[in-house]
């Protein structure tokens, strides 16, 4: 049951200043979700991959659609989406999306640090 809210952060702008300082502009789009927490094969299966999984959050596919912007990039436009999820005042990396069925996207994750 999707019965917490969490965030969809997606980055709109990131620049580096002449000091080598990071500036980002990011839009958040609150969702409903299921938290699962990452059982022991599926933990092991991730490190295998190179993704320390921390959580998985489940969403509906057209709420992680909502995310997709078109930013300016290099003279041209690219379409980007959620790349993090905050739940509970932690921020976590997007490393894995997986489609379960037309009402479920699974969202693999790691704690940002």
């Known amino acids: 049951m999707k019965n917490e809210r969490i965030k969809l952060l997606t980055v709109t702008r990131e620049e580096t200043d002449t000091d080598g ?6 839009d958040a789009i609150e969702v409903f979700a299921q938290i699962k927490s990452v ?4 933990y092991y299966e991730a490190l295998k991959s190179g993704i320390q999984a921390s959580i998985l959050f489940v969403v509906n596919p057209d709420d992680f659609l909502l995310t997709q912007k078109k930013i300016p990039w290099n003279g041209s436009q690219r379409t980007v989406r959620a790349s993090k999820v905050e739940y509970e005042g932690i921020t976590y990396r997007i490393k ?3 489609r379960l069925n037309s009402f479920d996207l699974e969202l693999t994750c790691e704690v940002v640090e």
């Open 39 to 42: 059982k022991g094969s599926e």
């Open 21 to 26: 300082f990071s500036d980002k502009d990011m």
């Open 96 to 98: 894995r999306t997986y």
